[in-house]
């Protein structure tokens, strides 16, 4: 008996989330991945090593209508994951235009989705929609979107082209509303690489503010699993996840637990708050999430610990 392979996209394939997943989809044999990426932040050093089978990458950027357009009618894809994004506080507000040059990518990827041989397409939001929380812990449905940011607006109206091709096209949909994820393949743009790397070089740990501004921290490994099990079970069609842990923790705390971990004599500087962006408290309402996965997530404690112990994030920060 033949079995056809399920043809997959990956946008963002060589970034933190993305390269993740992409190693999770080819846990299953079955799967024929295609990465795309244009390495603006993403590296060929995450993708999949070279012996492993059933993948390609190709350079190349969403946003470019001939680009994308050339690998959508190359293949007949099953499935489509749209990361592909322009990410981190600081690039997002340094590059407001390229941030919202996403858009075209979103659009892209959704013309060329429907009315093709795509079944489903899920789509990388962000707990930045939410903006400052009018409740805590933030649902996906009571929560008002009310993030002025670009960042943040682009994910929004990214959230209501999916919506309104499964209403015009009936192009069928996920969004994932991620918070804050780390793990071993993430640069040190972000703040949990960035207090780890410091620390374990005995570097200054700078912090933006007085560090009071609560965060919840997800291990990659959580956040994946959910994409996943989402994917393979076909659950949450044409609806929104937050995909995050809930638990609380100042940036100081993380900061601290951080030095206490790696046992380092770095010590933490404050820097002057930044100007918009750095939102006061964040923290998701993720019973969906723990519904689906049923354990105990991952706390993080042990996901630094893990980080410490990879040798993955160890070679990328020398």
Avoid at 70 to 98: C, K
Avoid at 139 to 158: H, I, W
Wanted: glycine share 6%; with cysteine.
């Amino acid at each position: 008996m033949i079995t056809t392979q399920t043809k997959i996209l990956v946008t963002g394939g060589a970034g933190n989330v993305g390269s993740a997943l992409v190693e999770k989809l080819l846990q299953n044999s079955n799967n024929f991945v295609v990465i795309l990426d244009n390495l603006s932040t993403g590296l060929l050093s995450k993708l999949p090593p070279s012996e492993t089978p059933n993948w390609k990458f190709i350079k190349a950027d969403v946003n470019n209508l001939n680009d994308i357009s050339t690998v959508m009618l190359s293949y007949n894809f099953d499935y489509v994951f749209h990361f592909a994004a322009v990410v981190g506080v600081i690039r997002t507000q340094e590059n407001p235009i390229d941030v919202l040059r996403d858009i075209d990518g979103i659009k892209n990827v959704l013309d060329f989705s429907k009315n093709s041989t795509v079944k489903h397409v899920y789509f990388s939001s962000s707990s930045e929609v939410y903006g400052e929380p009018v409740e805590l812990p933030q649902n996906e449905y009571r929560t008002p979107l009310n993030s002025r940011v670009p960042y943040a607006v682009v994910k929004n109206v990214g959230e209501c082209f999916f919506r309104t091709y499964w209403q015009t096209y009936q192009l069928p949909y996920t969004i994932f509303r991620f918070f804050n994820t780390y793990g071993p393949n993430q640069s040190t743009d972000f703040v949990v690489a960035r207090f780890l790397a410091s620390a374990l070089k005995g570097k200054d740990i700078t912090i933006y503010g007085d560090g009071s501004q609560t965060r919840t921290f997800t291990f990659v490994e959580d956040t994946i699993n959910v994409c996943n099990t989402i994917f393979e079970k076909k659950l949450l069609v044409n609806d929104v996840i937050n995909v995050g842990n809930d638990e609380l923790m100042t940036i100081k705390d993380l900061a601290l637990l951080t030095i206490k971990l790696t046992g380092s004599s770095s010590k933490i500087i404050h820097l002057p708050p930044l100007k918009e962006g750095d939102m006061t408290r964040r923290q998701p309402d993720n019973k969906k999430m723990k519904e689906i996965l049923n354990k105990k997530l991952i706390s993080v404690e042990e996901g630094i610990l893990r980080m410490m112990k990879d040798e993955r994030f160890l070679k990328s920060i020398g």
